[in-house]
């Protein structure tokens, strides 16, 4: 099984060569992360035409969690910066780790939902239901974090994350600065419900 995410930068027309590829490159830098956390075996991060991208790893519990990972390492850049993810989670091939030479259901579903979001939506879900409703309500959480909120949150959403007292040496600030940031981001919400999430789909 793998979770698969299939996204674009939005409004990608109004930046720059520079500005573009160095967004897409902070993705691609993201995924490698993701493809050590604890469960995945099995990563792979492609670029797909100029704005486009694409990830699928083999641990589907994580999916929420990556999404918004992405979309923090995003933001963090600027506050203009953004992605589209459509994520699906189903059976799929992904032949040398390259989701451009990938198949399956889940990588078929993840393509269609992304170009069917509407405007506004930068996070959803195929599966529905449910996952669809909190993917929605992340997505309107991540929307308003503003870069430094974003530095913040990408120090303390990987799995197994350090303290916040790390996560203040490495980026330079107090203590107190990384809290009040992850306050305002909503991370503890955040935290408690992909735990939940994920201690629920074991």
């Known amino acids: 099984m793998f979770v698969v995410l299939t996204g674009d930068i939005v409004a990608s027309t109004e930046m720059d060569v520079e500005a573009l590829n160095e967004t897409l490159e902070s993705l691609s ?28 790893f083999d641990a589907p519990v994580l999916g929420l969690r990556a999404v918004l990972y992405l979309a923090a390492c995003t933001r963090r850049l600027d506050k203009g910066r953004a992605t589209r993810v459509a994520m699906a989670v189903g059976e799929g091939h992904l032949p040398a780790g390259d989701p451009n030479a990938a198949y399956g259901e889940a990588f078929t579903a993840s393509g269609r939902l992304v170009e069917a979001l509407p405007a506004g939506r930068y996070l959803d879900d195929a599966t529905g239901g449910s996952a669809a409703a909190v993917a929605r309500l992340a997505d309107h959480i991540a929307q308003g974090w503003t870069p430094s909120q974003a530095r913040a949150m990408v120090e303390q959403l990987s799995p197994g994350a350090g303290t916040r007292a790390e996560a203040a040496k490495r980026l330079g600030v107090s203590r107190q600065a990384v809290d009040q940031a992850l306050w305002a981001a909503g991370f503890p919400a955040i935290d408690g419900a992909l735990k939940a999430l994920e201690e629920g789909r074991k």
């Open 29 to 56: 830098e993201a995924s490698k992360v993701i493809g050590g956390w604890p469960g995945v075996t099995r990563c792979g991060f492609a670029r797909r035409g100029g704005d486009a991208w694409q990830l699928a």
